[in-house]
């Protein structure tokens, strides 16, 4: 591989680990400010370099922050594209956006809004998507203000009673449509707060004064599994028993941050019901995979800097719980060394430094199959010795490359515009979800060099064949 192919594919490498890993707030070591200048400029770069590659990416496991960066920035760009690029970049923003919440979807809108790009493309993309939408009512609702500003931009014609209610909602005496009338009724009217989706009831609420505690209750039957989880601390101090949490049905990090958000004495009571719902979510996350990954040891970081920050609190722990399921649910025999914690993983807390390389040496020990590092790469504890121990493991004990060593990093370095690496030769990948760990795996072998340039074009291609064709399939 010439010198040009391989800095091209170690670039690209380096914006998906980004686009995975960062959401531009504020991490351990570095502010919101910080992370949000370096991943610009790091999208400028790859765009201006590698089009092509830098559509692509909509078809991976990139954050949902990242994506709506990328739409925007072809879409604003569209001028420097060919003909065919811009009719493939057409059809994967489409297919993407569908994939989005739609609270994301909308905030792009805003974006292009703020802008002023309304290009042809950009009122087709628009146009299509809210369209597509299959409760044009909710959205006027939920998303009220969001949905004005993209029909604004676009120039929508919006059906019936759902443009009255954006642009002139009192003029009606009642609205036909039931979630439209409960949201005009709701305005002097208690009672049809509770018929309303629960971030549009709880602004309602505020302005009628309602005690906190009657509203969750009220409102328990609207929510969603995700507000449900995100209320649970709020349902405990206010002992609402009505927003119960459906722990069988949760994504397995999700999953995590809630079980790292309890008391530790609570955690060692639920003990059985915790450590049996994130169980089950590594099941299902692991699908097929489930034990066809050998022998594999992981080292889990659990240092101080894995509580993350005040907007990201407990997340790199997290996910580093979260992972040592999805591993005990892939491996055929498996192994969790947290760097501090001895004892039951839901019990573990963020503690000490991060002293990488005694661990390793007790991973490598065993010669695992494979040996998974979940850590935000500052070994300081002394520093350097993990990529040391790594480096003579390679070259001096295994050689043949009998164990395959990956690094899933779930931190952002805004200052190398990277994830932080161990040691050169190990593959480093970012990570913001577990559930995605097996997915970025294969990706691991494009970070070390030992698979070219053209083949990471040649896997972006089916990569992104797949994913139109799924999207096909099921639109």
């Given amino acids: 591989m010439s010198r ?93 956006l569908r994939t989005l919440p739609p609270q994301r979807v909308y905030g792009v809108f805003r974006e292009l809004r703020r802008l ?12 299509d998507w809210v369209a597509a939408r299959p409760d044009p009512a909710f959205d006027a609702v939920k998303y009220r203000r969001s949905l ?26 009642r609205y036909e449509t039931p979630i439209l009338d409960a949201w005009r009724r709701a305005h002097y009217d208690q009672r049809a707060l509770y018929e309303l989706p629960y971030t549009v009831a709880e602004g309602l609420a505020a302005q009628h004064g309602i005690d906190r505690t009657r509203f969750l209750s009220g409102i328990a039957p609207k929510l969603t599994d995700g507000e449900r989880l995100r209320l649970q601390g709020a349902a405990a101090r206010h002992k609402v028993a009505a927003v119960a949490l459906d722990l069988a049905t949760a994504p397995l990090t999700r999953l995590a941050i809630y079980a790292l958000s309890l008391p530790r004495p609570e955690r ?12 089950a979510a590594a099941r299902r996350a692991a699908r097929r995979q489930a034990g066809t990954w050998g022998r594999v040891v992981a080292v889990l970081d659990d240092s101080y800097s ?3 920050s005040g907007v990201k609190r407990g997340r790199p722990l997290a996910v580093a719980l979260a992972t040592h399921y999805l ?48 850590s935000d790469g500052w070994d300081n504890d002394p520093p ?89 399939a099921a639109s």
């Fill in 384 to 472: 350097g010795q993990a990529a040391e121990v790594l480096r003579v493991w390679r070259t001096r004990l295994d050689p043949h490359q009998a164990t395959s060593v990956v690094h899933l990093n779930p931190v952002y370095d805004a200052d190398t515009f990277d994830v932080r690496r161990l040691a050169a030769g190990v593959a480093t990948v970012g990570v913001r979800d577990a559930e995605d760990a097996a997915a970025l795996v294969e990706l691991a072998r494009f970070a070390t060099g030992s698979a070219g340039f053209d083949e990471l074009r040649r896997h972006l291609a089916d990569r992104v064949e797949r994913f139109l064709n799924a999207e096909q």
């Fill in 306 to 308: 894995a509580a993350g």
């Fill in 4 to 96: 040009a192919d391989r800095v091209a594919c170690e670039d690209v490498v380096m914006f998906v680990n980004a686009a995975i890993a960062s959401t531009g707030q504020r991490e351990f070591r570095s502010g919101a400010a910080t992370q949000r200048l370096s991943l610009a400029f790091l999208h400028e770069y790859v765009l201006g370099n590698y089009r092509d590659l830098y559509a692509a990416t909509l078809a991976l496991d990139v954050n949902h922050f990242n994506t709506g960066m990328v739409v925007t920035n072809l879409l604003r760009t569209a001028r420097e594209a060919s003909d065919q690029q811009r009719a493939t970049e057409g059809r994967l923003i489409a297919a993407r």
């Fill in 116 to 127: 002023g790009i309304n290009n042809r493309r950009t009122r087709a993309i628009v146009r």
């Fill in 327 to 374: 591993l005990e649910a892939l491996a055929a025999d498996y192994a969790g060394l947290w760097l501090h914690h001895r004892g039951e993983p839901l019990l573990v807390h963020p503690v000490g430094a991060t002293g990488l390389g005694l661990r390793l040496v007790d991973a490598l020990e065993r010669r695992p199959d494979r040996l998974v590092i979940v």
């Fill in 268 to 279: 060692a009571r639920r003990r059985d019901e915790l450590t049996g719902a994130l169980r």
């Fill in 148 to 173: 004005s500003v993209a029909a604004r931009h676009a120039h929508l014609p919006l059906p019936g009673e759902v443009g009255t209610v954006l642009f002139d909602w009192r003029r009606p005496k």
